[in-house]
C-alpha cells in the first residue's frame, strides 16, 4: 500500500472516530443546576395540544412528566458553553416543538396540553419540587 493511501485511510478512520465521539460525548457533558419538564394538571377550556399519540422517543421528557407520579421528567443539565445543546435533545426543544404545533396553546414559558381526556400545563423548570 502506497504512503499516500495508508495516510488517507488512517485520516478518514480519525474523522470517523471523532464524529462518533461528538455523537456520544455530549450526552455526558453538564453542568449546574438541572432542568425539568413539569407536568400539572388544570382545569381549563382553552386550546391545548394533543398528545395522546406522541411518540416516547421524540418526546421523552414530556412523557416522563406525564408519566411520573411527581409530574416531573429526568433532569437535564445544560453543557459548558452551549455545544451540549447543539447535539442533544433537550427540554426546551420539546416546548418548542408542541408550541409550533397549537400556537394558542402556549402559556409564558410553558404550553396546555391534553392526554386521556386530562389537561396538563407543561413548563420547563429548575425547581426539583
Same mark, same amino acid.
Given at each position: 500500500?502506497?504512503?499516500?493511501?495508508?495516510?488517507?485511510?488512517?485520516?478518514?478512520?480519525?474523522?470517523?472516530?471523532?464524529?462518533?465521539?461528538? =455523537? !456520544? @460525548?455530549? #450526552?455526558?457533558? *453538564?453542568?449546574?443546576?438541572? /432542568?425539568? &419538564?413539569?407536568?400539572? $394538571?388544570?382545569?381549563?377550556?382553552?386550546?391545548?395540544?394533543?398528545?395522546?399519540?406522541?411518540?416516547?422517543?421524540?418526546?421523552?421528557?414530556?412523557? =416522563? !412528566? @406525564?408519566? #411520573?407520579?411527581? *409530574?416531573?421528567?429526568?433532569? /437535564?443539565? &445544560?453543557?459548558?458553553? $452551549?455545544?451540549?445543546?447543539?447535539?442533544?435533545?433537550?427540554?426546551?426543544?420539546?416546548?418548542?416543538?408542541?408550541?409550533?404545533?397549537?400556537?394558542?396553546? !402556549?402559556?409564558?414559558?410553558?404550553?396546555?396540553?391534553?392526554?386521556?381526556?386530562?389537561?396538563?400545563?407543561?413548563?420547563?423548570?429548575?425547581?426539583?419540587?
Amino acid at each position: 500500500m502506497r504512503p499516500v493511501t495508508r495516510n488517507l485511510l488512517i485520516a478518514i478512520a480519525l474523522v470517523i472516530v471523532a464524529l462518533l465521539a461528538l =455523537g !456520544a @460525548l455530549p #450526552s455526558y457533558l *453538564g453542568s449546574g443546576d438541572p /432542568y425539568y &419538564l413539569t407536568a400539572e $394538571g388544570i382545569e381549563t377550556d382553552e386550546p391545548a395540544v394533543d398528545v395522546n399519540d406522541v411518540d416516547e422517543r421524540r418526546y421523552p421528557f414530556l412523557t =416522563g !412528566a @406525564l408519566e #411520573s407520579a411527581d *409530574g416531573r421528567s429526568e433532569g /437535564y443539565q &445544560l453543557g459548558p458553553y $452551549g455545544v451540549k445543546e447543539w447535539f442533544t435533545h433537550t427540554p426546551f426543544d420539546e416546548v418548542d416543538a408542541l408550541t409550533q404545533r397549537v400556537p394558542e396553546a !402556549a402559556v409564558d414559558d410553558g404550553v396546555r396540553v391534553e392526554r386521556d381526556g386530562q389537561t396538563y400545563y407543561v413548563e420547563v423548570t429548575q425547581d426539583p419540587a
